[in-house]
Nanobody, 120 residues
Framework: HVQLVESGGGSVQAGGSLRLSCLSG????????MGWFRQVPKKEREGIGA???????TYTESMKGRFTISRDNAKNMVYLQMNSLKTEDTAVYYC???????????????WGQGTQVTVS
C-alpha cells in the first residue's frame, strides 16, 4: 500500500532554515508527481509546490523564492528546503502524491501524516 512518511520538522528561529524529507513507497515512486502542502489549524491548507517525474518543479506563487522541492528517485525521497523562515510559516507540512496546486484548496491522492514546523 502507498506510504508517505515525513520527517525533519521541529522548531527553528525566524530567519533560519529547515529541510523536510518524505520517504514514500508502495508504488512506482519514480513515475509519480510529488508535492508539499501545509496547514495551519482552522485555516485552509496551502499548496507549496510540486515536482514531477522528470524533476521539474512548480510552486504556488506565494511560495516562490524561499522554498525548494527536490527528489531522489533512488531513495524514494522527496525534500522540501525552507529558507528565511518566518513565524507565519509555522504549520503542519504534508508530503502529497499526485498534488493538484489549485487555489484556494489544493488536493492530492495520498498524504503523509504531516510534520510540525514551528518558527519563533
Amino acid at each position: 500500500h502507498v506510504q508517505l512518511v515525513e520527517s525533519g520538522g521541529g522548531s527553528v528561529q525566524a530567519g533560519g532554515s529547515l529541510r523536510l524529507s518524505c520517504l514514500s513507497g508502495g508504488y512506482n515512486f519514480a513515475s509519480a508527481c510529488m508535492g508539499w502542502f501545509r496547514q495551519v489549524p482552522k485555516k485552509e491548507r496551502e499548496g507549496i509546490g510540486a515536482i514531477d517525474e522528470s524533476g521539474t518543479t512548480t510552486y504556488t506563487e506565494s511560495m516562490k523564492g524561499r522554498f525548494t522541492i527536490s527528489r531522489d528517485n533512488a531513495k524514494n525521497m522527496v525534500y522540501l528546503q525552507m529558507n528565511s523562515l518566518k513565524t507565519e510559516d509555522t504549520a503542519v507540512y504534508y508530503c502529497v502524491r499526485d498534488p493538484f496546486l489549485v487555489v484556494p484548496t489544493p488536493a492530492g491522492s495520498y498524504w503523509g501524516q504531516g510534520t510540525q514546523v514551528t518558527v519563533s
